[in-house]
């Protein structure tokens, strides 16, 4: 560890040894390493963390389940949205659904 250089990433105040802690090679005071979700503090065996955020194991969990997908539970762009707006197309609308709403149509066919 060093003689105090390191700023906490949280706060951008200077971390000193007896306070620091480091988690995905950054600098934290161990009272600013909290989650993202409750603001709980977190310790290193009981974290994880995606796309620059941190939280503790129980809301990493909650959030992951509540759609199934990291992108729509915690928030972010899901990525075919991602993907369109790079491309400059329409997202795809539904996913699946494409394929469900072609049934019908063949249904009615043979009536």
Request: proline share 5%; with cysteine.
């Amino acid at each position: 560890m060093s003689g105090g250089g390191d700023r906490c990433i949280v706060c951008a105040k200077r971390a000193y040894a007896t306070e620091i802690l480091k988690a995905d090679e950054k600098v934290f005071h161990k009272t600013c390493f909290r989650c993202a979700h409750c603001n709980n503090l977190l310790k290193l065996g009981s974290y994880a963390s995606l796309e620059g955020k941190y939280y503790c194991k129980p809301h990493f969990k909650q959030l992951f389940a509540l759609k199934g997908n990291y992108s729509e539970g915690f928030g972010t762009e899901k990525p075919q949205e991602k993907w369109a707006k790079e491309k400059g197309v329409a997202p795809p609308s539904g996913g699946g659904d494409a394929a469900h709403s072609s049934e019908p149509v063949e249904d009615g066919g043979n009536q």
